[in-house]
């Protein structure tokens, strides 16, 4: 029995979980086809997944095509969940790209095949809802080759578009279309036709499955999930294009973490993708490098094992090479760790979409909730690690990073449903970085004041490239002390530089240690170690924010605001309305191209004015406007005074305030 991971991908009402019902139908796993509006879909659990009728976390169920076990995973389709589409792309062998035939090639379509291509994971493209009035099969297909990719093999026509009786038709013969596309990836078959002016059917179908599973080209089905018309052939393409799972089951144990969740009990839940060897009930894994960020890994011991088969989840006693499986036990993992040796796959497991943008406060409707809010949201962070926490202890606030609005009701949703808690939020705002200007040098001497530590630590800062984060390295010889000690200055140096002199995280730098020195172990005689005439690791992480802000402070700092690319594609009678709007906006058009009565005009905007530029697109172009954005990179902010985020550490640029708040432990 071959193994297939399968994937389904699309932009929001695309109609991808419509299809998942579809699909499972058709192989006869479930006998009454759920609806998105009544709330009855399989894979769409969650209360509000079935209130909004859209997919929020991604769901797995299982079916067999003949001799192929298809593990297939709904995804979210509304960009504020992007985050959850990311972590399914490292397990996956194929996907399944829904566009829809009245909408066509939206925004989120092109930042989902874009990456999938990036990441040589084979795609069919269904273009779904032939049968929805307004539908136009042909009009989308050259949208495809125009805004997504022109390697694309039609697979068949589409007869009656835009009403019930709308069929789809496989092509079963030769068509030129076909031949072309495939033979710019195919000298022996542009040969075989030059020169014997022959190529049978049965060549081109094995050309199109060795270039389907090299990425090299995408074919295109139709139909529609609400009445079938060409899910059988779209099943047949599933079984016929896609690669089947490698790896081999008494290989070394390889697998990756992509979904957390809590049981009934308040269990820990690892959904893992096995890439080689299998893992048994009361096997030990070692785990780590995952998204949550941290050097440490772990170790937990394997209670039970499901794996999913006919449309749910068995228990097994084992989960082999190729399989998708849930894990109980290991108390410590996260999304993305990796267990056993690094996973058989050269893809990234790391992010492939942008970074949140995005931070609010989160509160409780009652002042006596806010320590189980933080034990809640910790919890959600697991399932959802991309929604980082920031703990402001002094102000008892705790803030979320987010994608869009649209997770501010599914967080207040989930903690009203799951924790019985009641919440509201602050204003969005925009999450910015520093970077520093230019070098800086700070050091302070064990036993010379005004340092009231004993240690000495000397750092400096220099400016790093875009995108190599924090680095940290040596002037000093490891030897000169401890190995603890280094490892506490390190490890504090990064801790301190979540925020900077104004109160954003600092990247791009390299941290150099210049000073080391400490006091040795001393005692009394006949008595113990006396920590008030010796260092401790305490020394060092007291000493060390002051130290490296002070350095910051010399260098400067400069905060970058998130910039999103942007596409808008509006009526050219429009522009004289919609220009001046985008300047006021601070986006920056960088080319124009003219197509008849439209323009599509590309450059880039500041993340914080996105909302409103999709607010005020409208009304400016008589609703025919379309936008897309997506992440792309931080720019220095150039207007005005630089924007400030409150600190939620002791502040060690306010010395007098720090010391007062930081103790220097001298027992335990």
């Known amino acids: ?132 009035r307004g539908a136009d099969p042909d009009r989308v297909l050259r949208g495809i080759a125009e805004r997504l990719t022109p390697a ?60 389907t599973r090299r990425t090299l080209v995408h074919p295109v089905f139709f139909g529609s999930a609400i009445t079938g018309a060409g899910v059988d052939a779209l099943i047949s393409g599933i079984k016929e294009l896609l690669p089947a799972a490698d790896g081999k089951p008494d290989g ?131 399932q959802d690690p991309l929604i980082n926490l920031r703990r402001d202890e002094r102000r008892r606030e705790v803030s979320v990073s987010l994608y869009g609005e649209v997770q501010k009701e599914v967080i207040q949703a989930t903690l009203a449903e799951e924790f019985g808690l009641d919440v509201g939020f602050r204003e969005t705002t925009t999450i910015c970085v520093e970077r520093p200007v230019g070098s800086g040098a700070a050091v302070e001497f064990n036993g010379k004041d005004p340092n009231p530590f004993l240690a000495t630590v000397g750092l400096r800062v220099d400016p790093a490239p875009v995108g190599s984060g924090v680095g940290f390295r040596l002037e000093v010889e490891l030897g000169a002390m401890p190995y603890a000690f280094f490892k506490a200055v390190e490890d504090t140096v990064k801790e301190t530089l979540g925020q900077g002199i104004h109160g954003w995280q600092v990247t791009d730098c390299t941290v150099t240690m210049t000073h080391s020195g400490y006091s040795p172990r001393q005692s009394h005689a006949h008595q113990g170690f006396d920590k008030s005439m010796s260092s401790t690791g305490a020394d060092f992480r007291g000493l060390t924010p002051l130290v490296v802000m002070e350095a910051l402070r010399q260098a400067g700092s400069h905060v970058y605001e998130p910039m999103h690319h942007f596409r808008l594609e509006a009526p050219v009678d429009t522009l004289g309305a919609l220009l001046p709007v985008l300047a006021r906006l601070r986006a920056v058009p960088q080319t124009t191209e003219t197509r008849s009565t439209s323009c599509v005009l590309e450059g880039s905007v500041p993340a914080a004015q996105v909302h409103e530029l999709e607010q005020q697109l409208p009304g400016l172009t008589r609703g025919e406007g379309e936008l897309e954005s997506a992440f792309d990179h931080y720019a220095p902010v150039a207007r005005g005074t630089a924007p400030e985020r409150p600190r939620t550490d002791h502040n060690p640029l306010n010395r007098k305030e720090y010391l007062l708040n930081v103790t220097r432990r001298v027992s335990g």
């Open 252 to 382: 070394p144990v390889s697998g990756t973490v992509f979904k957390v969740e809590r049981g009934p009990a308040g269990e820990k839940i690892a959904y893992a993708r096995m890439f080689s060897g299998t893992v048994r009930t009361r096997d030990r894994l070692s785990f780590g490098d995952g998204y949550g960020g941290g050097d440490g890994g772990g170790e937990g011991k394997v209670t039970a094992i499901s794996v999913f088969d006919q449309g749910s989840d068995v228990r097994e006693t084992a989960v082999a090479a190729g399989r998708i499986g849930k894990l109980w036990g290991l108390g410590g993992i996260r999304i993305g760790d990796a267990f056993g040796v690094s996973p058989i796959s050269d893809r990234d497991r790391r992010h492939h979409f942008s970074p949140p943008t995005l931070e609010t406060v989160v509160f409780p409707c009652r002042p006596e909730d806010r320590g189980a809010l933080y034990v809640a949201l910790t919890q959600l962070a697991e």
């Open 152 to 211: 694309i093999v039609p697979m068949g026509r589409v007869d009656g578009p835009g009403t019930r009786a709308a069929r789809a038709t496989a092509h079963t013969g030769f068509t030129t279309g076909m031949l072309d596309v495939l033979a710019a990836h195919d000298d022996a078959l542009l040969a075989s036709y030059v020169e014997d002016d022959t190529v049978s059917y049965g060549q081109l179908r094995a050309a199109l499955a060795e270039q």
């Open 1 to 132: 029995m071959h193994m297939l991971n399968l994937g389904i991908l699309a932009h929001v009402d695309a109609g991808k979980t419509s299809l998942t019902e579809r699909l499972l139908h058709a192989v006869g796993v479930i006998d009454e086809i759920g609806s998105v509006d009544d709330g009855s879909t399989r894979t769409d659990s969650l209360a509000l997944e079935r209130q909004r009728g859209i997919t929020i976390k991604s769901a797995v169920v299982s079916f067999a095509i003949d001799d192929v076990t298809v593990n297939l995973i709904d995804t979210p389709g509304h960009p504020d969940f992007i985050a959850e589409v990311e972590r399914v792309l490292s397990v996956l062998d194929g996907a399944v790209l829904v566009v829809s035939a009245v909408e066509g090639v939206q925004a989120q379509t092109r930042v989902l095949l874009r990456t999938l291509r990036r990441l040589g994971i084979p795609t069919l493209i269904f273009v779904n809802k032939i049968d929805r």
